[in-house]
């Protein structure tokens, strides 16, 4: 089992480009997270998802979009890269319920000048 | 904010010492998680602590967890140079669907 994978794992962008991350799971999880993490700020939620079809605001959603089109696929796009935007990108996903917990992916680090 | 708040925000500590870090948080909740992150990579869970329970073991983890304090606290004992990571408090609500994580501790351990 792969668990949680991202593609690209690196990625220089030039503000105004588009571009999107894939995030894959093989767990059969039905929610799916995308998190960026910055220096000093922990992790922030930018979308989530419940289940296939389904997608959700988490705490930073702006110059962002997703799409769950398959239970075991989460994309994020970025449609006009900011260099705000320059992060490290986290996927995760659990399973139903209270009580479970989070399975994150590597990571994807993006550069935008 | 939902958000835990962990400190303190770096501790360097020689190997074989304990390392211990807290997490304080201002709502309700169903149970707190930590996870750890090396350098580069995915957090990885650790523990998890339901709201009802007060102490928890696992390995040479130690977690507390105080809900009239709001606060919880991670205790690594004997540590050893590969638990260098950075450590994230992560809080589940009892609505909703997202988890909240801290900003961490970094933790050096030294040889």
């Known amino acids: 089992n792969a668990g949680v994978t991202q593609t690209p794992k690196f990625r220089v962008l030039k503000t105004g480009q588009s571009m999107t991350l894939l995030c894959a799971q093989d767990?059969?999880?039905?929610?799916m997270y995308w998190y960026r993490q910055d220096p000093g700020m922990g992790l922030r939620l930018i979308h989530y998802?419940?289940?296939?079809?389904?997608?959700a605001k988490g705490e930073v959603p702006d110059g962002y979009n997703v799409s769950r089109l398959k239970k075991q696929n989460f994309l994020l796009g970025l449609e006009s890269a900011a260099p705000s935007q320059t992060s490290v990108y986290f996927c995760?996903?659990?399973?139903?319920?209270?009580?479970?917990?989070?399975?994150f992916g590597p990571g994807t680090r993006l550069l935008v000048l | 904010s939902q958000q835990g708040e962990e400190d303190p925000q770096a501790l360097s500590i020689q190997e074989g010492e304990n390392a211990t870090m807290n997490c304080s948080y201002k709502t309700s909740i169903n149970n707190l998680q930590w996870y750890r992150q090396n350098s580069g990579r995915g957090l990885v869970h650790l523990i998890l602590i339901r709201s009802n329970e007060r102490e928890k073991h696992s390995g040479r983890l130690r977690v507390t967890l105080d809900t009239s304090k709001k606060s919880s606290s991670l205790l690594i004992t004997a540590s050893r140079a590969a638990d260098t990571a950075s450590y994230f408090c992560a809080l589940r609500g009892n609505t909703g669907n997202q988890f909240y994580f801290g900003t961490g501790t970094s933790l050096t351990v030294i040889p």
């Open positions: 998802s419940v289940g296939e079809g389904t997608t």
């Open positions: 767990m059969n999880h039905e929610y």
């Open positions: 995760a996903t659990n399973a139903r319920g209270y009580q479970e917990t989070q399975y």
